[in-house]
């Protein structure tokens, strides 16, 4: 079982702007607190982009979690698109979809992929407008690995919404440009073999890490420096000082302490059904 030397941990945002404030990148070492990589003017998602490959070329002995969904559910219908003829076949063909039909976005941002007659028929948006190929279920089809989640008391949303706080499908949408124009310089489990060297991608769940510091369902969010603290003690992990809290610090922070407290656990490399899903919709790393 590799061991790594260095955790980190993006927080992510799907907003269609230069430098989303969703965005936050806490790293964490073997030993003492997580501390915070804040770059002039804030982080943008070309910005990340530069970041991983500066961490590709240096060869860093890392761990790096990233809060988005790398891909659509497919497992339940056997496609991402079901019914429509060129529905991507694995992961890394709709990565290149998605990338492909927002070229003309800036900011690595997805809204031009909404206008596509087809692919539009799958998604809930904005202005109640939602797509009569939804799904039956209300809030939208799940992956695998999340509706593993739900018995863990998580309540993860489908990459299909795009509508409401619980959203995620843009941030998703929005790494799987980042992931498709990384080209391969980082493997990303479980995708890829974990490698012998080198840096490492895995999705997160902040919420999981956060209910594995002692936080109730519902109640995710370290709102004061005291409150993460507190949770990062339940990771040994020494206070942070952070000269600017707010939730999406704070998540970053906790989730890359709970990555170095639990990423030694050989059970969590290894979920059940995950050889099913491997290609086509990964998987989310602490979920069995």
Sequence with gaps: MRRFARFACFDWSGA?????PGIALAIIDRAGPPRMIEPPGGWSRMGALDWLREAAAAGEDM???????PALPFADSGAYFPGWSDSPADARALWALVDDLTAGDLHLSVSTLFAHPEIARYFRQHGGRQGDRFGSRGGGRLRLTEE???????SPSSTFNCVGAAQ?????LTGMRLLHKLGGAIPIWPFDAVPETGPLLVEIYTSLAARAAGLAPGRSKLRTPAALNAALIRFEAAPLAMPRHDDHRADAALTAAWLRHVADDPALWHPADLDRVAMTEGWTF???
């Design 16 to 20: 269609a702007v230069l430098r989303p």
């Design 286 to 288: 602490g979920v069995t």
């Design 148 to 154: 593993r989640a739900k018995a863990l008391r998580l």
């Design 168 to 172: 995620v499908g843009k941030s998703s």
């Design 63 to 69: 761990l790096i979690g990233i809060d988005f969904s």
